[in-house]
Each structure stands twice: as C-alpha cells, then as structure tokens.
C-alpha cells in the first residue's frame, strides 16, 4: 500500500510561481510512474504531467507545457511540480497519482494511488 501526501497549494497571483510537493510512503516508489492531475470546480479531473519511474521520461498537458516542470526524486520518495506562469485557468485542485507500472500514462484510471489534494488558485 502506498499513501500519497500533497503539500505546497495555495493562492498566487497570474504570472506567479507554486511548487508542489507529493511525498510516498512505501517501498516500491522507484518502480512506480508518478503524475499530477487537477480538477476545477464544475469540470472533470484532467492530466497535468507525469514522470516514469526513473525520472528521465516526462509528460505534459499541452495547456502547461513551457510552464511546468515534473520531477522525482527516488531517494527521498518525492515527487513535484514547477508551476510557473501561472494563469486563472490553473485554479483547480493538484492531486499526485502513482500507478504500479514503470511508465507514465495520461489516463486517471490507470493510477493505482491517489492523494487527497492541494488547492492552488491563481488570482487575475
């Protein structure tokens, strides 16, 4: 069992920079892919970014590429998420994933693992 714990939320403003952090218990975390996911108020949950179980594969949202950075560090059980740029349309909540397979995948069902979430608004 792998227990997931966001930190880092909180309100900023448009052009701002967030960095969140996803901290894993257990002891399978290095052969776990990881992602970020969020959901706005009224909207389903989307993807946002993923990294593979070594750190060297990532993946973007097209609507944050540019202005987000995943990664991990296995070492420490961790995994985060550079938010700069920051617009409105980021407001949502960031929840980390972690699914039992060594690559990332966009899908919210193929995730195993969930945290409970972080609020991040963006003020305009």
């Known amino acids: 069992q792998v227990q997931l714990v966001e930190s880092g939320g909180g309100l900023v403003q448009a052009g701002g920079s967030l960095r969140l952090s996803c901290s894993a218990s257990g002891r399978a975390f290095s052969s776990y892919a990881m992602g970020w996911f969020r959901q706005a108020p009224g909207a389903e949950r989307e993807f946002v970014a993923g990294?593979?179980?070594?750190?060297?594969?990532?993946a973007y949202a097209d609507s944050v590429k540019g202005r987000f950075t995943i990664s991990r560090d296995n070492a420490k059980s961790t995994v985060s998420l550079q938010m700069n740029g920051l617009k409105s349309e980021d407001t949502a909540v960031y929840y980390c994933a972690g699914r039992r397979f060594i690559g990332i995948s966009r899908y919210d069902s193929e995730y195993d693992y969930w945290g409970r979430g972080t609020q991040v608004t963006v003020s305009s």
């Open positions: 990294v593979n179980y070594n750190g060297i594969g990532t």
